[in-house]
């Protein structure tokens, strides 16, 4: 496994890579890689000649109050970690080669960026697309890998690419968790051991809202009262959203359909965790 830290050599290997006519799978991470990450990698691996993992925490998509500076970052275990799974490059940049001086362009994704993360992260998303778009320009993948943990930002990504003809297919990829059923994160290390049971409420309330869709509910009022009830029971909780979405848009629904996204956002003391839960019914009468 090669690591590679400038923008030069990642697109001289990616060109080299194209012209003998293999296929560059991309993972993109900020690192402090867990399972859910790996995961990725496996799957970039299935189809993929040469995976590239980068690890960047990327400052663009940070807001001023959040968690830049205390983000865990540890290359050493990140790099064992990337290799055991399978990866063949790893694109480690610093903010220099991303963000020379001055650096004067945004990539602006509109409306499906509006709601849920979008809505309490201002700024979020136009720093992850156009980091996305440096890193599609910068690895040149045939196809990249996200994760459905963030089910908003697969969405982004997805659009981005298409309304900018990136070259390339974007899968998405299910959530891993943990035993106990708490979506692995690389924030879910700020947790105190109180917080972190409490943390287990997110995808417990999320499959009792699938319990209850599978049992008819469909009104998406009824569930996020569910959802919102069940969470908010716990001490250390402090809900940031509950939404039921369409899964393209990410617009809010109000009765459930066919398909749709159920989110949830939550802070656990100061640590803010998501996760997502994706319904499908089939309704023989459709009103
Ligand atoms: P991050 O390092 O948090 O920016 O995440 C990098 C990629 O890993 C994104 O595509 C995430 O959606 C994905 N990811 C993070 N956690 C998980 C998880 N528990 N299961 C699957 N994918 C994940």
């Known amino acids: 496994m090669k690591v590679l830290k400038t923008i030069k050599e990642m697109q001289d290997q990616a060109d080299h890579i194209r012209a003998s006519g293999r296929k560059i799978g991309f993972v993109p991470t ?19 000649d040469v995976v590239v993992m980068s690890i960047y925490v990327n400052p663009a998509q940070f807001g001023p109050d959040e968690d830049y500076d205390l983000y865990p970052r540890n290359f050493a275990k990140d ?3 990337a290799r055991q799974a399978g990866a063949d490059i790893i ?12 650096f004067l362009t945004d990539v ?21 697309a156009v980091v996305c778009a440096k890193l599609f320009n910068i690895v040149k ?44 994160s690389s924030r879910n290390a700020y947790l105190s051991s109180e917080e972190r049971q409490d943390a287990l409420s997110l995808n417990q309330a999320l499959r009792m809202s699938l319990e209850a869709v ?3 509910e469909r009104s998406c009022a009824r569930l996020i009262h ?10 250390n909780t402090t809900i940031d959203y509950v939404k039921i979405a369409d899964p393209f848009s990410m617009n809010d629904i109000e009765y459930i359909k066919d398909k ?16 997502n839960v994706y319904v499908e019914v089939q309704d023989e009468a459709r009103h």
Do not use: W
Request: glycine content about 8%; aromatic content about 8%.
């Open 79 to 81: 790099e064992s970690l």
């Open 214 to 216: 599978e049992n008819g």
């Open 226 to 235: 569910l959802i919102e009830e069940y969470i908010s029971a716990k001490k």
């Open 260 to 275: 749709a996204v159920i989110a949830v956002a939550v802070f656990l003391g100061k640590t803010r965790l998501i996760d």
């Open 141 to 184: 993948p045939h196809f990249a890998v996200f994760g459905q943990k963030d089910a908003q930002q697969a969405a982004v990504i997805r659009q981005m690419a298409r309304d900018l003809n990136f070259d390339m297919e974007i899968i998405t990829a299910p959530i891993v968790r943990e035993p106990d059923g708490l979506a692995m």
């Open 30 to 48: 900020m690192g402090a890689l867990h399972e859910g990450h790996l995961s990725l990698i496996r799957l970039a691996r299935q189809s993929a």
């Open 91 to 102: 694109f480690y940049p610093d903010d220099k080669q991303m963000y020379p001086e001055p």
């Open 108 to 128: 602006a994704v509109h409306s499906i960026t509006e709601n849920l993360c979008g809505a309490s992260r201002p700024g979020h998303f136009q720093g992850v």
